[in-house]
């Protein structure tokens, strides 16, 4: 009787094992195909604010260009590497809401992107891999003198992919 028992009790937990297995297989494929839906440019500008967004990249060199190699929202915006790339979705649930309420800021953005010393630039631009003697002077002494201060690409680069924000107007006093 204790071993019948005892054989039912290892067939549920052998079950309960298979069960959480392939819950955990259906669980990982499902969130891999969420993640990766969400990280397409079709998906960024589905908001209609951002195809301004996407009508300022168009014109830029990172999309047209004459090698034919472009580059997406995510491309920019989201880092490439798994924990960063699942932060940086958590955090776009903010800038979702932001967008909804119409507070969202480019400034931010280009806070975050420094803050993270251009990590989505250098994935394709990386200081390492410049040669530096194929660029001209201006830019040569530039890029030299970035590396030696520690710059991030949006020191010298901020708006090339989107336009500037306008400067903050001052606000008026009404009380005068």
Known sequence: ????????????RWMWGIFIFI????????FTIAVEMTNTTEFC????????????????AHYNNRSGVTVGCPDCHVPQ???????????A???VYH?????????????????????????CHSFEHMDLSLQDRFARKKHERAVDRGETCLDCHQGI????????????????
């Open 93 to 95: 649930a903010k800038d």
């Open 1 to 12: 009787m204790i071993t019948n028992e005892f054989q039912q009790s290892r067939k549920k």
């Open 99 to 123: 967008q909804i309420i119409g507070t969202i800021d480019t400034r931010e953005v280009w806070e975050k992107m420094k803050a993270t010393q251009s990590r989505e630039c250098r994935h």
């Open 161 to 176: 992919a989107h336009e500037l924000p306008d400067e903050p107007s001052e606000e008026v006093n009404l009380d005068k």
């Open 45 to 60: 500008t589905s908001c209609h604010t951002m195809t301004i967004n996407l009508e300022e990249l168009k014109t830029t």
């Open 23 to 30: 819950s955990g297989i259906l669980f990982s494929g499902l």
């Open 81 to 91: 590497n798994l924990a960063p790339k699942l932060w940086a979705k958590l955090m």
